[in-house]
């Protein structure tokens, strides 16, 4: 991964009297975060979740961190404290644990209840511990406490880490809505408690970092859900997060007004709100879900559906409905409400599910026409009020793209953090804490891991840019057969090609060209079928970029009989 101090190679060894802060994912992306905390030889693991892939990733499933950084040290982690509930969090948990079991697990009652039905899937049976928010534990050279923050997803908590090396301060995912739907408020009071112990490193999250003033309260879009029910004709879809257990609280909550019925749709869904409502974090009303094959039973104007697909996952429920791959048939009077941010770099595929969606007659409503989502981290004013109650030594911004940290950065600055102590890293970069002191040492490999299929780590860029050459340009494979004595083509050149608006005879007027190219190849003594091959590559590669303006992927396939 690129980052702004390419000059940066391995990092010296630590100083005894240093913490090492080296983030192995979630710096210069959204998603993928996890940080590893070292010092005196020992290392904590703050979150370790997954990036979802993007038009440039086909095949790919999913993204995790690189965790070769880690290889003959698993022994070495004390535990994994996860922050938050959410996906870019904790989804390669069970990646990490198949590595090494026995590693514990520390997160709130909601945060492990969805990560240990995770790893039930992977037949993964964890350690854990249960914190809340207050508690303190000792984990060798590291003693954490746990601090409430307000999030998108219930029983967030940010951790504040001791050690002998000094003091870090990592946020999480949070915001300060100061009207939660849970009534649980990030801990200011907290905050300012470190702060006047000391906090040497802050970690804070970027997201919101270039949106001025503040994210606006999540009880305020309740008035724009319940006029959205009160004015739709039949059935309403609303799609988000399978873990944003707050605004699936709000529709529920409308449903009952309206009296409509509501099914879950999406495996995740399902699981996650049967979790959240057993843990007491979502309040059902009494009669009001019903299993989605009963659906049909109730007439159009009585149902609500709460479906996963809100960032455009092509297998998603909302996608495959707007495909008509789905048994949920979407039609006209129809109304599909996308309670969601969209994460960068999916846009494209959001709108192809609302334009797909709208074909099929039905009315899309989603936070560019209406206020039917807010953002559940902390925008600009929220982060100025975090630097001036906790007033760190050195900041490190995490969880966002560049431009979000590089925001998060300049605010910093602006409430009096010396320039030379707001770091900007990415993903791999190497920061010490020594003597107060934080400054960046080095760059350990940090790319992508790749989840396809069943296949960990096998797929890379090579594998991905076939991929993508097959899905833009296309592939031609040409076949020749030489008589083996003479060296003379006896069969071929024969051309098979795919993903090609022109008709098949237009490669008739290549063939010539390849036959001229091998027959001189052979006269100047080449008969190595490799050499051979790279000949014919050649020839049609020359052909296909000046006639067909393309650079499509080359089989060339020579046998010698």
């Not at 009160?230 to 909550?253: E, G, K, M, T, Y």
């Not at 022109?502 to 290549?510: A, T």
């Amino acid at each position: 991964m690129s980052h702004p101090h390419p000059e940066l190679t391995y990092p010296p060894a630590l100083d005894r009297t240093g913490l090492r802060v080296v983030a192995l994912g979630g710096l210069g992306e959204i998603g993928r975060n996890m940080t590893v905390l070292e010092t005196q030889g020992r290392l904590l693991v703050i979150d370790c979740g997954v990036l979802f892939p993007e038009d440039s990733h086909p095949g790919v499933d999913l993204i995790l961190p690189d965790f070769s950084y880690l290889e003959g040290r698993l022994g070495d982690i004390e535990a994994v404290v996860l922050t938050h509930g959410h996906e870019d969090h904790i989804g390669a948990v069970p990646y990490l644990l198949k590595l090494k079991g026995d590693i514990p697990l520390i997160g709130s009652t909601l945060t492990l209840a969805l990560v240990e039905a995770k790893l039930k899937e992977h037949r993964i049976k964890p350690y854990t511990l249960a914190v809340k928010e207050g508690q303190r534990e000792r984990l060798g050279a590291f003693d954490l406490e746990f601090i409430a923050v307000n999030h998108s997803i219930p029983d967030a908590l940010a951790v504040f880490v001791r050690t002998p090396a000094g003091t870090l301060l990592h946020t999480g995912d949070f915001k300060m809505d100061q009207l939660p739907l849970d009534g649980r408020l990030t801990d200011l009071r907290s905050f300012a408690r470190v702060g006047e112990e000391g906090v040497d490193l802050f970690l804070t999250d970027s997201t919101n970092a270039d949106i001025p003033g503040f994210t606006t309260p999540e009880r305020e879009i309740a008035p724009a859900i319940d006029k959205i029910f009160r004015h739709a004709q039949r059935r309403i879809i609303v799609a988000c997060f399978s873990s944003h257990v707050h605004r699936v609280q709000q529709v529920l909550d409308a449903a009952e007004k309206a009296g409509r019925k509501v099914a879950f749709v999406g495996r995740s869904m399902v699981r996650n709100m049967g979790i959240a409502a057993d843990l007491g974090y979502l309040h059902v009303p009494d009669g009001i879900l019903v299993d989605l094959k009963r659906i049909g039973d109730l007439p159009d104007d009585e149902v609500v559906l709460i479906s996963t697909g809100s960032q455009g996952e092509p297998m998603a429920a909302l996608s495959r409905m707007a495909n008509r791959d789905h048994k949920i048939d979407v039609g006209p009077g129809d109304t599909v409400l996308l309670a969601s941010s969209l994460i960068p770099g999916n846009e494209n595929a959001v709108y192809r599910v609302i334009n797909g969606l709208m074909r099929l007659g039905a009315t899309v409503v989603h936070k560019g026409i209406a206020n039917v989502h807010v953002s559940g981290h902390a925008s600009a004013g929220e982060l100025l009020y975090a630097y001036n109650i906790v007033r760190p030594r050195n900041v490190l911004p995490v969880h966002g793209e560049f431009r979000h940290m590089y925001a998060n950065a300049q605010l910093a600055k602006e409430t009096g953090v010396p320039d030379e102590n707001v770091l900007l890293a990415e993903d791999g970069v190497v920061v010490d804490l020594v003597d107060g002191q934080a400054l960046i040492t080095g760059v350990v490999d940090c790319g992508y891991v790749y989840v396809d299929g069943s296949n960990i780590g096998g797929t890379d860029e090579a594998l991905l840019k076939d991929r993508r050459i097959l899905r833009d340009e296309g592939f031609i494979t040409c076949v020749v057969v030489l008589d083996a004595a003479s060296g003379k083509i006896a069969s071929g050149p024969e051309i098979m090609a795919r993903g090609f608006a022109e008709d098949d005879e237009i490669f008739e007027s290549v063939i010539p060209k390849v036959e001229r190219a091998v027959e001189e190849a052979v006269r100047n003594g080449v008969r190595d079928d490799h050499q051979l091959q790279q000949v014919v590559r050649r020839a049609i590669g020359s052909w296909a970029g000046g006639k067909l303006r393309r650079r499509p992927m080359i089989i060339p396939v020579v046998m010698q009989a």
